[in-house]
């Protein structure tokens, strides 16, 4: 016996099974192991509610499995209906039942209703207890997603699926909610999958979490070896926002726009094709004789990106607000010492 809480071995899904187009999910393998919360991390239309989807045993895969506890739950030609899976689904719109108050809503799904003790414990935990006799229209925002997470834990599932929760709430409710989240599926010994398209959602609350893009997982990671190690140009981009930059060989050498590159400890560099580095690590400059051009410029709070095109690519650069440039001025750009970029096929990370 594994203590995995979820096993997906090769899973495969396509809506039409005839169509000869791409696979929506293609070759995915994860596990998620007991009282963890993975997070799910893709661009709009990468195959995230497909998967949970397939999970909530809402859809038959078209090959692979899906195992829960060790039992397995689907595969292309069994599956377990939803109301048997005892997972708990929190949708991006809530999906609470309007006529019900919010004690009815939560008690819907239990089957011996006279069990109040973990009721009474989720409601106090979210701060709903005083609010069990209203209805979900006399609810806030916050307090609507609370509910639908409670009722989704009520019942006594220990594995949770939750789309986008908390993506139609505003900032200060959003990043309350999402630090408590942890804490309700530890007191409820619940492990979970969090679907997400915002990294630094998922980078802060989830103990790993899996980069998707077009129907494939690029890397399963704690947030800490993602932001160190991106095994994939897409997760170099997606996750850490950096510039990807194409790689020319001249001679023995590589040159990327921002001049050599420094191929020391590459044992075979004929392959490396792209370099990945922060918009941080990159030093900008005013000058007369640049062949760079600022094209825009934004402010982030403590920094300033800008937006400059050189040789054909547009950078991003990062500098503090002090380091004024126009847009249409001239400039240089440089990697900066003490920094660090990744050379791709490989991830190999280069120190400077
Ligand atoms: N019922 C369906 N029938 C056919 N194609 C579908 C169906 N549902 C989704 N798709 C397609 O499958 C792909 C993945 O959709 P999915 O909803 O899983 O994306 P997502 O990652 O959840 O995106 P978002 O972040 O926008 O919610 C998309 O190309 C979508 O058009
Ligand atoms: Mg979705």
Redesign the pocket.
Known sequence: MTNDALTIDDLHHK??KRDNSNW?LNEINLKIENGELLGLL??????????LRLIAGFEYPSKGRISLNNIEISNRTKILSPEKRNIGMVFQDYALFPHLNVLENVLFGLKNKKDRSRVDYLLNVVGLDSFVGRYPHELSGGQKQRLAIVRALAPGTNFILL??PFCSLDIHVKLKLRSELPNILRGCNASGLM?T?DPEEAMSICDKVAV?NE?KIHQIDTPINLLNNPKTIFVSSFILGNNIINIKKTGSSLMSCLGEINTEGLLNNAHVKKMSISPKFISIKKSESGIANVISKEFLGEFLIYKVSINENILRVRTNINNLLNNGDKCSLSIKNNSYYYLYPGAHKVYI
């Open positions: 809506y039409n929506i893709g661009p709009s239309g990468c195959g995230k509610t497909t998967l789309d986008e679907v398209h998707m129907g």
